[in-house]
């Protein structure tokens, strides 16, 4: 098993999260998305992720080996094979709303600040330092405020309750690159309460950019 990422990639922060949740070992491979234009971008990393994206889960090897792409794909992927830490509740009507705090971050917050939209704006569109900024915090804000909401009803220790899931997992990266980018977060009391709890997790400890392979 061979995880592609990045370093500071919060999708491929999710992922190594879950790997460590749940005791698995997987290869690092860092492609850099900065060095000359993003190694993302190359024809080989093309043709093993069309998307251009990390992370990507590279399982098996030869003809045989399957790529798996986006972050939370992967991470269920991961709850289904290796079921010991599940990272979704048991029932029906739990799996759903951990899956909607964790899609509340991935698909409303984190793609409108990924890199690829940051380097829109300021290499296509001109938008400068300043601006950029105010548009990275409009939409974590946006996306925080409502999410502070659901772990006033749902959260204990974590995000849903007392036991870890894949919401927190997502929760996490967030935290780190809102901070990276100087997001107040004093309005999200829950939010700051879970990370902290999660932070004192090893395998959220061990996940953090800083102490990747490829980090700089």
């Not at 009507?93 to 951990?98: E, S």
């Not at 300021?122 to 400068?128: A, E, F, I, R």
């Amino acid at each position: 098993m061979k995880l592609y990422g990045y370093w500071r990639s919060s999708a491929a922060y999710r992922v190594r999260i879950a790997l460590n949740l749940k005791g698995i070992s997987a290869e690092q491979q860092s492609v850099h998305l900065l060095r000359d234009g993003g190694e993302q971008h190359n024809a080989a990393y093309r043709a093993l992720n069309p998307q251009e994206l990390v992370p990507t889960l590279l399982l098996g090897e030869g003809p045989e080996a399957a790529a798996l792409s986006q972050s939370l794909a992967i991470i269920e992927y991961l709850d289904e094979c290796y079921p010991q830490s599940p990272l979704l509740p048991a029932s029906a009507l739990a799996r759903a709303q951990v899956r909607a705090m964790a899609l509340s971050i991935a698909c409303d917050i984190h793609p409108l600040n990924n890199l690829r939209v940051l380097q829109y704006l300021t290499q296509t569109l001109g938008v400068d330092e300043t601006a950029k900024n105010a548009w990275y915090q409009h939409w974590v804000t946006s996306g925080f405020a409502p999410l502070e909401t659901l772990l006033t009803r749902h959260s204990g220790q974590y995000c849903f309750g007392d036991t870890v899931t894949m919401a927190d997992v997502c929760l996490v990266p967030q935290v780190y690159n809102a901070q990276r980018f100087n997001v107040d977060l004093t309005p999200y009391p829950n939010i700051l309460r879970v990370w902290q709890a999660c932070q004192q997790l090893p395998p959220f400890a061990l996940a953090v950019p800083e102490l990747q392979p490829d980090a700089q």
